[in-house]
């Protein structure tokens, strides 16, 4: 009788533990063995003595009780960070820093979003890059020497799964030379999503006019936008910055000599680094330039109004005949 089974209480617990482990095992221990449970993007490289010193700080400082690294498949978080996380993307991630709480931004695409000067500045003094920001100053890890023997270690322990990690303490210790802190949680923030094109970059038309060109409105309203958005890279009147970015209203468009017209600071604006190359320039590998079109923080017409502004910077619409609007000319 299958009732039977139920007043045979011993017996009834061995079968339920045998029915349990045999689920388990078929449901997790057999996958958990298969090569394919542990997917890696062919993109993925393993993390350079310096990028895992960085990791270490940012474990040890808890950027994860502030930060994801995890863009969810969700259209506004891939409109806002780019394309959703791989699970091959974190093979040489031991443990996952993907965190739940994002009072700052999510940092799973942060590599090659801003330059390297942005990021020591930021950590130096982040309400300087970001007024309203409440991160924490990290300043003081410059200068603090990072440990090459626990480096070596470290990477030598990840080696037991990840061959390709193993490192002899005498090249970690050459990898580090000169290096603290600071630098390694840089180097570890600017390999970030490394494994995945951020995003897709459109293609620039050069032809593109700018509408607003002589809206009086719209270049008193791209100043205040550049301001806002812009000068904490570019510098106050985009003269450019030492180390962050380059200057706007010079004859230099991407690296090379020769501007270029409102059709290419569209593009640039409008896709960031991305949507290079830009009638043939390449600018900066490491890139820098957010997508600010691209990801919804300026409409069209502000990015326009941008454009409006800078090219009254430069004067080219004063030559023209176009007054600079009042507002403008106050101190
Ligand atoms: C108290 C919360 C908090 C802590 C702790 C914190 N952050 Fe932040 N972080 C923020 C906020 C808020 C922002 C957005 C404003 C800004 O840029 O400063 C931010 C921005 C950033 C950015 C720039 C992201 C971008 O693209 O705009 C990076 C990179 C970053 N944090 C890294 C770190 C690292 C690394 C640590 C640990 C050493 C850390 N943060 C600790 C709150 C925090
Ligand atoms: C995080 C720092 C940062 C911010 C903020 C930033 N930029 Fe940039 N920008 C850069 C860097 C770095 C480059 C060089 C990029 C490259 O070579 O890939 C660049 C390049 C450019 C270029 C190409 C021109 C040239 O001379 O190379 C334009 C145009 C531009 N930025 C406009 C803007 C505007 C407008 C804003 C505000 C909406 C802005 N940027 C905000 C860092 C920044």
């Known amino acids: 009788m299958a009732g039977e089974i139920y007043r045979k209480p011993i017996t009834l617990a061995l079968m339920a533990t045998v029915a349990i482990l045999v689920g388990s095992i078929v449901t997790m221990a057999y996958p958990m063995l298969r090569a394919d449970m542990h997917p890696k993007l062919e993109t993925l490289r393993p993390f350079t003595p310096l990028q895992l010193a960085g990791r270490d700080i940012y474990q040890r400082e808890g950027c994860v009780g502030c930060h994801t690294q995890t863009i969810r498949p969700l259209a506004s978080e891939v409109a806002r960070y780019g394309d959703y996380s791989k699970a091959g993307e974190f093979a040489y991630d031991h443990p996952f820093l993907?965190?739940?709480k994002r009072t700052g931004p999510d940092l799973a695409r942060e590599g090659g979003l801003r330059?390297?000067?942005w990021h020591y500045q930021h950590y130096a003094n982040?309400?300087?890059m970001a007024a309203k920001s409440n991160m924490p100053s990290y300043g003081w890890l410059k200068g603090?020497?990072?440990d090459p023997v626990e480096v070596a270690a470290h990477l030598n322990a990840l080696g037991m799964v990840h061959p390709e990690l193993k490192a002899d303490p005498a090249a970690v210790k050459a990898a580090l030379a000169g290096k603290d802190e600071l630098d390694a949680l840089v180097a570890y923030t600017q390999q970030l999503g490394h494994a995945v094109q951020r995003r897709q970059g459109g293609s620039a038309n050069l032809d593109l006019e700018n509408p607003l060109a002589r809206d009086t409105q719209a270049i008193v309203a791209?100043?205040?936008l550049f301001t806002e958005n812009c000068a904490a890279c570019h510098g106050d009147e985009a003269q450019g910055t030492d180390g962050v970015a380059p200057s706007l209203i010079d004859d230099v468009f991407?690296?090379?000599k020769g501007d270029l017209p409102d059709g290419a600071y569209f593009a640039m604006i409008d896709g960031g680094s991305d949507a290079k190359p830009i009638a043939g320039r390449t600018g900066d590998p490491g890139g820098g330039m957010d997508a600010y079109g691209k990801t919804g923080q300026l409409k069209k017409d502000e990015?326009?109004?941008i454009i409006a502004w800078l090219r009254n910077q430069k004067g080219h619409e004063a030559a023209e005949g176009h007054d600079m609007p009042e507002a403008e000319k106050k101190p």
Do not use: E, F, M, V
């Open 98 to 100: 993907w965190g739940s």
């Open 115 to 117: 330059p390297d000067g």
């Open 126 to 128: 982040p309400q300087q």
């Open 144 to 146: 603090r020497p990072l």
């Open 222 to 224: 791209g100043k205040k």
């Open 254 to 256: 991407l690296g090379a």
């Open 303 to 305: 990015i326009w109004s």
